[in-house]
């Protein structure tokens, strides 16, 4: 039923082809084990690695603040001189918000190192030398992106619920799109999703979506605040139509910042919350791993012996090669 | 990652075995050939069939109005003694007003002839004595059928975005809702799926849809109309969680109908616009199908030989026995 459009196959010059780096993700990771960080592997860690990706909501912060010491260990990482690289599915800043951000929690951070899916997503379009327009299901942070790679947009902001059927037969879509991004939207709502899969049944328009996580990392509360994902899906079903995901566990952030500052994948190391999308990255494109259990993964997530049984792909790809409680235990270490 | 809770295992008083009912459905379609409706066909389904179901959208009606020929057809089909029901997966409308739409566009139809997927909601908790209270992501014509089962509910209406992350984590939410029910609802909002999703954490609350159609049958127009399967995957994605489908492909609006009529499968026929609904259903419920060209399904989704060669699950469960261009002429061949 889901029909990709054939432009989808030009359109990889940020990224590397999935299934050759996912195979060799799965091959580097057979039967190895998942370790509790100590004071010996986080030596070995520091030694043996140049370059460290932090996931950011449930590993630096969450929705309640800070979380306690992490800012202390990026502090003695980049004192060690090791390079510090901020990677996050979050759509809904711009790399400049993030830097203010980090300010305000005690972390030291310039926009070079951040990569976000906000600014990735305007990135791809750009190195395509995409000249029409992007209709977006999105935030304004997305919007700021997009000005700063000089890519037109419409969409952003409230599109509230108006007129019947009959109305909605007769709209007037904007010509010039020809392609549909979809990020984080809290004001998603029917009009908008009847926009993007209207745009979506040309099979020329592309269908890029900043990530597709499920919910947002909220420690101790009942709430369920719905994630990316959840706009990604409410428009890939009636457009009937995948997108092309920038966000991890997609290689194309960590893509960015490989050409940008040189990184060697082997002595790299993704630090992330998340199996499916953080370690998932990093089984993708060939990192060390290690799993911090302050968001939403939990200890209940891993292998119960801490080492892995089965080699299935569903297994070995989201399985990091080192868990620890928080990421303030790295520091504790070193 | 999807987890159904226990309780779904004491609810299939109104449906039959999901896996039973396939088994038997792609068995009896094995090697069927998929037929052009003509005098001879058409006699034949007429002399061997009691009762005829039909699909509403894009069978006898669709966004423009009736589809010539399909009154007359009912009224001939009615003239021989024939039964008649109207199986639809739309959600908006109680059975009293799609009675009155049936008048309008000149057919015949009381209440009992009618299984819509909102009174079969309604009914499908009623009979299971569900005494808590609904969260319905959905629209008046559920709360109408809601309330003639004696069911509380709420969350109807518009519920538009309010307040940030902050507000949202402080949210009180309803102790006494034990299901999340999804149907149609145009005023689809991020507040609305947050909720949902939030109940759908408890394993003890029920999840059930309409449908999940992924558009509305609307012929010679550019607008994709997104269908109710647009809400479903908007909640079932930030829940992590599967819905209990009452629409076709799914059995109940079948099993309704044959409980209070006394309906004999082999005997009966569904008439449909859909392959992956109408058609699943009867093949689901090893009933005859007969479908038609004037919604969703086009001429190039048939095989091309009119006769299936390969009988895998995904292809013989969804081809109709017969097909013809528009109901007339069902209705001009007796």
Same mark, same amino acid.
């Given at each position: 039923?889901?029909?990709?459009?054939?432009?989808?196959?030009?359109?990889?010059?940020?990224?590397?082809?999935?299934? &050759? $780096? =996912?195979?060799?993700? !799965?091959?580097? *990771?057979? %039967?190895?084990?998942?370790?509790?960080?100590?004071?010996?592997? @986080?030596?070995?860690?520091?030694?043996?690695?140049?370059?460290?990706?932090?996931?950011?909501?449930?590993?630096?912060?969450?929705?309640?603040?800070?979380?306690?010491?992490?800012?202390?260990?990026?502090?003695?990482?980049?004192?060690?001189?090791?390079?510090?690289?901020?990677?996050?599915?979050?759509?809904? &800043? $711009? =790399?400049?918000?993030? !830097?203010?951000? *980090?300010? %305000?929690?005690?972390?030291?951070?310039?926009?070079?190192?951040? @990569?976000?899916?906000?600014?990735?997503?305007?990135?791809?379009?750009?190195?395509?030398?995409?000249?029409?327009?992007?209709?977006?299901?999105?935030?304004?942070?997305?919007?700021?992106?997009?000005?700063?790679?000089?890519?037109?947009?419409?969409?952003?902001?409230?599109?509230?619920?108006?007129?019947?059927?009959?109305?909605?037969?007769?709209?007037?879509?904007?010509?010039?799109?020809?392609?549909?991004?979809?990020?984080?939207?809290?004001?998603?709502?029917?009009?908008?999703?009847?926009?993007?899969?209207?745009?979506?049944?040309?099979?020329?328009?592309?269908?890029?979506?900043?990530?597709?996580?499920?919910?947002?990392?909220?420690?101790?509360?009942?709430?369920?605040?719905?994630?990316?994902?959840?706009?990604?899906?409410?428009?890939?079903?009636?457009?009937?139509?995948?997108?092309?995901?920038?966000?991890?566990?997609?290689?194309?952030?960590?893509?960015?910042?490989?050409?940008?500052?040189?990184?060697?994948?082997?002595?790299?190391?993704?630090?992330?919350?998340?199996?499916?999308?953080?370690?998932?990255?990093?089984?993708?494109?060939?990192?060390?791993?290690?799993?911090?259990?302050?968001?939403?993964?939990?200890?209940?997530?891993?292998?119960?012996?801490?080492?892995?049984?089965?080699?299935?792909?569903?297994?070995?790809?989201?399985?990091?090669?080192?868990?620890?409680?928080?990421?303030?235990?790295?520091?504790?270490?070193?």
């Amino acid at each position: 039923m889901f029909r990709q459009p054939q432009r989808r196959r030009a359109m990889t010059r940020l990224v590397i082809p999935l299934e &050759k $780096t =996912r195979l060799s993700g !799965v091959k580097k *990771c057979s %039967k190895m084990a998942c370790r509790l960080l100590d004071k010996s592997s @986080a030596e070995e860690l520091i030694h043996t690695t140049d370059n460290f990706l932090f996931d950011c909501d449930g590993v630096l912060w969450d929705g309640k603040g800070v979380i306690p010491g992490s800012p202390e260990t990026i502090a003695k990482l980049k004192a060690l001189g090791k390079r510090v690289f901020y990677v996050t599915n979050n759509s809904s &800043k $711009t =790399r400049k918000e993030y !830097v203010l951000q *980090c300010q %305000k929690f005690g972390f030291d951070a310039t926009e070079e190192e951040f @990569a976000s899916t906000s600014y990735v997503s305007a990135l791809y379009l750009k190195n395509l030398d995409f000249k029409d327009k992007v209709y977006v299901v999105g935030n304004p942070a997305m919007a700021t992106e997009l000005d700063a790679c000089g890519i037109k947009y419409t969409g952003i902001g409230p599109d509230p619920l108006h007129g019947n059927l009959d109305d909605w037969l007769k709209m007037e879509l904007d010509p010039q799109v020809k392609c549909v991004l979809v990020g984080f939207d809290s004001h998603l709502s029917y009009m908008k999703i009847m926009k993007a899969a209207t745009y979506l049944q040309n099979p020329d328009c592309l269908f890029l979506a900043t990530n597709e996580d499920t919910h947002l990392p909220v420690n101790n509360c009942p709430i369920r605040i719905p994630g990316t994902g959840t706009m990604v899906k409410a428009v890939a079903w009636p457009a009937q139509r995948e997108p092309v995901v920038m966000g991890k566990p997609e290689p194309s952030m960590f893509e960015v910042l490989r050409k940008t500052h040189g990184l060697d994948p082997a002595r790299t190391v993704m630090v992330g919350d998340r199996l499916n999308t953080d370690i998932g990255l990093a089984k993708v494109c060939g990192l060390k791993s290690l799993l911090v259990l302050t968001g939403v993964a939990k200890m209940s997530d891993l292998p119960k012996n801490n080492v892995e049984k089965s080699c299935g792909v569903g297994d070995c790809s989201e399985l990091p090669d080192l868990y620890t409680s928080s990421l303030g235990n790295l520091g504790a270490f070193i």
